[in-house]
């Protein structure tokens, strides 16, 4: 069953379409979330060109998204990041059978609503892109295509899935190859969700009240995620993953899935890469599998890692906290 904590059931995204005497719908929690629950297990491949689409599909991504530039190029060229160009996406979407999603800006409505239009598969309201609306994120029950968001730590997960985010990806910083705040913030998730459940298991409704001002979000949704223990939607891995070992960490430490993009196209064995990336996170509970992924690679043919501690951009802090 599919969580629906926070759910808006008359949101403006809802669709509703006659079919003979019945009625259909689109764009319901249920369907969004359902979609993201679809890719559970799975890599998500950041791309630029069909060429890389192919590879990914080739190597058993569930989807791609598709960028301008890859975050790794992004953080290089510096300037205005900007969604991708949309011949380059249907050229996309009709050169590969699985889902294809794509970046907008922060904040910025009409990049999404364009995505939207060109019937992209999920949009990702992304740091990597540079923010249109330094203030506010996209009210994403407005649309029918389904949203993931980044976040740090528990309290900006549930902000974006109060504001319709139907996929959350933890954050790390992307385009370093270095998988350490990727780590850092899944863990951040996890101890807040501990204690979160611990406190709904002792019955303490007051303390619950208090975490949810603290958390700056509605009640309801605390309590619901409380229950459940774990974030109501899927919540993938993001950010410096560039090994078959790192993306097996990341699921055992509760990811449902992983995003990577740099690490697999910034190296010299994207081919090789993607296919033992693939391999780890479906096996990742198999220590055996993942040695046989990781001897696909050669560290030497890696991306060049990144310290993340001396970085003048931190992607993973731009947008909206609120």
Known sequence: MIPLSGDIANAKGILRDKVGPSET??????????FAHMLKNGVVMDVTTVEQAQIAEDAGAVAVMV?????ADVRKAGG??????????????DSVTIPVMAKCRIGHVYEAKVLETTDVDMIDESEVLTPADE???????????????GARNLGEALRRIEEGAAMIRTKGEPGTGNVAEAVLHIKNVNTELRRLKSIYDAGDE??????ARELKVSFSLVEETAALGRLPVVNFAAGGISTPADAAYLMTLGCDGIFVGSGIFKSDDAKERAQAVVLATTFWEDPEKVKEAQKMVDERQSMLGLDTKNLELRMQERGSTA
């Not at 203030?135 to 968001?149: A, E, L, M």
């Open 25 to 34: 719908k689109r764009g319901t929690s249920t369907l969004k979330r359902g």
């Open 67 to 71: 960028l301008d530039k890859l975050p």
């Open 80 to 93: 205005v990041a900007r969604t991708a160009s949309i011949r380059i996406i249907e050229e996309i979407m």
């Open 135 to 149: 203030f506010h994120h996209i009210w994403k029950w407005d649309f029918t295509t389904p949203f993931v968001n």
């Open 206 to 211: 007051q303390d619950l009240v208090s975490l």
